[in-house]
C-alpha cells in the first residue's frame, strides 16, 4: 500500500463533516425564589455534545487504533490517534480539526467503551474533573 493510499479507507468513507463546536453553557436552576442561571458545562457534558455533534470522529478513532494494533504495536497513544486524526482532517478537508485536546482522555475512555478490546493498549488515569 503506497503512502498516498495509506488512509483512504480510513476516514473517506465515514461521512466526514465539518467539525462543530459544541455548547459551552446550559441553563440551571437558579436558588428558590430566584431565576434559572446560566452556567458552565462540565469538560464531561462539553465533550458529550462534541461527540454527539461530530459522530464520525470515534469511528475514525477507532479505525485508526485497530490498523496501528493489526500493524504488530501493542500499545495506544490517545494523543497519538488525536493529532493522526487531526492530521487526516485537514488534509482531507483543507479545514482545521477543531476538537479540544482536553477530550483525549473522554474520547479514550468513550473508544474503550466501544471497543472493551482496545482497553489494554490504551492505558487511562483517573479523572480529575467531572
Known amino acids: 500500500m ?17 467539525l462543530v463546536d459544541g455548547p459551552t453553557t ?8 430566584e431565576e434559572p442561571r446560566t452556567v458552565p458545562l462540565t469538560i464531561q457534558e462539553r465533550f458529550d455534545a462534541w461527540s454527539e455533534a461530530n459522530p464520525w470522529v470515534l469511528p475514525a ?10 500493524a ?5 497513544g490517545m494523543k497519538q490517534l488525536w493529532e493522526r486524526l487531526r492530521w487526516e482532517y485537514g488534509a482531507t478537508t ?3 480539526f477543531k476538537a479540544n485536546n482536553n477530550y ?3 474520547a479514550a475512555r468513550a473508544l474503550i467503551e466501544r471497543r472493551p478490546d482496545l482497553a489494554p493498549a490504551l492505558r487511562t488515569r483517573e479523572l480529575r474533573s467531572a
Request: charged fraction near 25%; charge should be negative; avoid cysteine.
Open 2 to 18: 503506497s503512502a498516498d493510499s495509506l488512509d483512504q479507507g480510513v476516514l473517506f468513507d465515514l461521512g466526514i463533516s465539518p
Open 26 to 33: 446550559r441553563t440551571a436552576p437558579g436558588p428558590a425564589g
Open 61 to 70: 478513532l477507532e479505525r485508526l487504533a485497530g490498523r496501528w494494533l493489526d
Open 72 to 76: 504488530g504495536h501493542d500499545r495506544l
Open 94 to 96: 483543507g479545514d482545521t
Open 104 to 106: 483525549t482522555s473522554r
